[in-house]
């Protein structure tokens, strides 16, 4: 099930793409699904790896680097080199638990503000690797939490339109220089 795919977990002065940033219109675009997993499909997923590498992140979808395609890679443990990331072509989540549970969340996207969201625990989720093969998985806790952040990307959805705590959305946004009228609430 992990990656194929070889990294170092290293960071890299000039990583190979530019991570776009809330207010970008690239981030609020659906992505479309990838019809074909190749070679093309496998290099931007290794040069999103490096750039979430080098950017301390868990997790990155391909929106945030400007590529309009259902590709996310994630990679809880970066700091053990022997853990491979997860790379989800085209994920679809088929279950999640009753059972939900609030913890803090951060984005590459929106660098500096981390603020409480809320989650199911676990999930069930149907992707392709990167190798084209269906898959499916189950996650639990930060791993879960991680696909769930990301995959919300791939339909223009960033973590901050789920907070539910209005005031400190709005003083974290303020104080990293975002606007508030960037986000893009969703309720229930």
């Given at each position: 099930?992990?990656?194929?795919?070889?990294?170092?977990?290293?960071?890299?002065?000039?990583?190979?793409?530019?991570?776009?940033?809330?207010?970008?219109?690239v981030l609020r675009?659906?992505?479309?699904?990838?019809a074909k997993v190749?070679?093309?499909?496998?290099?931007?997923?290794?040069?999103?790896?490096?750039?979430?590498?080098?950017?301390?992140?868990?997790?990155?979808?391909?929106?945030?680097v400007a590529v309009?395609?259902?590709?996310?890679?994630?990679?809880?443990?970066?700091?053990?080199?022997?853990?491979?990331?997860?790379?989800?072509?085209?994920?679809?989540?088929?279950?999640?638990?009753?059972?939900?549970?609030?913890?803090?969340?951060?984005?590459?996207?929106?660098?500096?503000?981390?603020?409480?969201?809320?989650?199911?625990?676990?999930?069930?989720?149907?992707?392709?690797?990167?190798?084209?093969?269906?898959?499916?998985?189950?996650?639990?806790?930060?791993?879960?939490?991680?696909?769930?952040?990301?995959?919300?990307?791939?339909?223009?959805?960033?973590?901050?339109?789920?907070?539910?705590?209005?005031?400190?959305?709005?003083?974290?946004?303020?104080?990293?220089?975002?606007?508030?009228?960037?986000?893009?609430?969703?309720?229930?």
């Amino acid at each position: 099930m992990a990656a194929t795919i070889q990294v170092e977990k290293t960071k890299l002065k000039n990583p190979p793409l530019d991570i776009h940033t809330l207010g970008d219109r690239v981030l609020r675009q659906p992505a479309k699904r990838v019809a074909k997993v190749d070679n093309a499909l496998r290099d931007l997923a290794y040069d999103m790896l490096k750039t979430m590498y080098s950017s301390d992140g868990i997790g990155l979808a391909a929106p945030q680097v400007a590529v309009n395609k259902q590709l996310i890679v994630v990679d809880t443990d970066p700091e053990n080199a022997a853990a491979p990331p997860l790379i989800l072509v085209n994920p679809k989540v088929i279950r999640t638990s009753k059972e939900q549970c609030t913890d803090q969340e951060g984005c590459l996207s929106i660098p500096g503000v981390y603020l409480d969201v809320v989650r199911p625990t676990a999930i069930e989720v149907s992707f392709k690797d990167e190798n084209g093969r269906p898959q499916k998985m189950q996650a639990a806790d930060l791993l879960a939490r991680c696909i769930l952040h990301e995959m919300d990307h791939l339909t223009g959805v960033m973590f901050v339109d789920r907070v539910n705590n209005q005031l400190a959305l709005t003083q974290e946004l303020q104080k990293n220089g975002f606007s508030a009228g960037d986000v893009k609430a969703i309720t229930g």
